[in-house]
């Protein structure tokens, strides 16, 4: 009778620990989505008290730079109308340092920020010093030739005759350091003096010698405490809601993020919108596949085959004419009216043609196409490929000398490519990573271990409080400096 009577008290206490087991696993069920919900919205927002805020404030992972430059073999023959023939040289990196200043939280749910960047070489990285020689078109002699062109000819005439005077040429051979940081050209003086308004600088003259020491501009955006609904968004870039450089209202919109940051629990149907002051106008990634990252699921976002497309090809995009062939899009009013254009690199996705005009330009999607793959619950980037290049665009000036057998030409001037790189274990261990980073969310508790954005949801979530444990990013950017020919239609 005693054994039979434990029988029916142990079957009776297994039954009481089975519905037990059900009861919790049910309430868990529809519990643990809104805890997980409610830690990332609590630790995404912008907001001194986030786990987040301080990897916004100043991402603790390095940013690098790495140039090419595209070396013109041939450039006496591209002033005779012949095809260019370029060889590639670097990369020359470099260290990138920003940081976030001037941080101010305004009245209306959003913050006001200063991103500052700095650029130090890195000989270990690179293939190449920066006291290396460049076969590369003179921007200053190209850029001004082509913003002389609609000038009066004695204007013209006095412009050659100067050229000439300073001994200016079409190329120039100059180190890797003075492209990038500048050097003295006289022409930049004397066209201050008698032009003040024609270069937007004064003194040396390099790609990125603005860039040094310098901010994006003053953004504020939404901060996501009192209505996450718009977190991240941009509302004002250096107090404009909209910009005035293009021609409808739809292409000078400012939209999306300040590209840092999107707008967490994202689906298929989500696209990634972003505002770049670089290229003057808003950018829309979509979707295109899910994937994992280091064990991260992600969505990855791609650029659409109509970002640069011309205003014949895409009626959106008429806002940003006058426009060249496909596939290259005109910035010059941004740009103190320079011929300036922004594309893919190599011309990947525009019209083939002008990859085909100069001999060493390989467009393939491998190498060119740009992408970033985010974590869909809290959208922070885990992966990016970003990847734009700049060129100028020149042809024969009547009353410019050397440019008189110049076919409709422009050059390539650089292209920017940014990527994740894993850290290594001491920098996972600064960012309460362990040396183990496999997930977003874990337990604050030693005993849980186990990443529950995966489908085995430990108990623990249910017991101890979590945290964001935000992966980091690393940053390069690649610049590549080409040469290449069209033709009109």
Request: hydrophobic residues 40%; aromatic residues 12%.
């Amino acid at each position: 009778m005693g054994s039979r009577a434990r029988a029916r008290r142990a079957a009776a206490m297994l039954g009481f620990l089975g519905l037990l087991c059900a009861v919790l696993g049910a309430v868990m069920i529809v519990m643990v989505p809104t805890l997980i919900k409610q830690q990332v919205l609590k630790n995404v927002r912008i907001d001194p008290s986030s786990l987040s805020f301080n990897m916004w404030k100043e991402i603790p992972v390095p940013f690098y730079l790495s140039v090419y430059f595209f070396d013109v073999v041939n450039p006496s023959a591209v002033l005779l109308g012949e095809k260019p023939q370029v060889r590639e040289r670097g990369p020359y990196v470099y260290r990138e340092f920003r940081h976030k200043s001037n941080i101010t939280f305004n009245d209306n749910d959003t913050v006001s920020f200063l991103e500052y960047r700095s650029f130090q070489f890195q000989p270990d990285r690179s293939h190449g010093l920066e006291s290396d020689y460049i076969v590369m078109p003179n921007i200053l002699v190209l850029g001004a030739a082509m913003m002389m062109e609609n000038k009066p000819m004695s204007l013209k005439l006095i412009m050659t005759l100067a050229f000439s005077t300073l001994g200016e040429r079409a190329f120039m051979n100059r180190t890797v350091g003075e492209i990038m940081w500048g050097y003295e050209d006289p022409l930049v003086h004397l066209v201050n003096k008698y032009l003040p308004n024609m270069f937007p600088f004064k003194g040396k003259f390099g790609l990125f010698a603005e860039l040094n020491n310098s901010n994006s501009g003053l953004f504020t955006v939404f901060t996501g405490v009192k209505d996450f609904s718009r977190i991240h968004l941009v509302d004002k870039w250096n107090g404009l809601s909209k910009v005035k450089y293009w021609h409808s209202d739809q292409c000078n919109m400012i939209n999306g993020t300040s590209g840092q940051m999107w707008a967490p629990f994202m689906t298929p149907e989500t696209s990634l919108e972003f505002y770049s002051p670089e290229a003057c106008r808003s950018m829309n990634l979509v979707y295109k596949e899910s994937g994992v990252f280091e064990g991260i699921p992600t969505y990855r976002f791609v650029a659409p085959s109509t970002l640069f497309a011309n205003g014949s090809t895409y009626p959106p995009n008429e806002g940003f004419c006058p426009c060249l062939e496909s596939g290259i899009q005109n910035i010059s009013t941004c740009r103190f009216n320079a011929p300036l254009f922004l594309s893919h690199p190599h011309f990947y996705n525009a019209d083939p043609m002008l990859a085909e005009a100069v001999l060493g330009l390989h467009p393939n999607p491998e190498e060119h196409s740009l992408f970033l793959d985010v974590h869909p619950v809290t959208g922070i980037p885990m992966n990016c490929s970003v990847k734009l290049q700049l060129s100028l665009y020149v042809k024969a000036i009547k009353g410019i000398g050397f440019s008189r057998l110049f076919c409709p030409s422009g050059f390539p001037l650089n292209r920017k490519l940014e990527k994740k790189k894993k850290l290594n274990p001491g920098k996972s261990k600064s960012l309460k990573m362990e040396t183990h980073p496999t997930g977003i969310l874990k337990c604050d508790s030693s005993l849980c271990g186990r990443n529950i954005l995966s489908p085995a949801i430990p108990l623990c979530f249910a017991l101890f409080p979590c945290r964001i444990v935000a992966l980091p990013r690393y940053n390069s950017h690649t610049v590549k400096l080409t040469l290449f020919k069209r033709t009109t239609r």
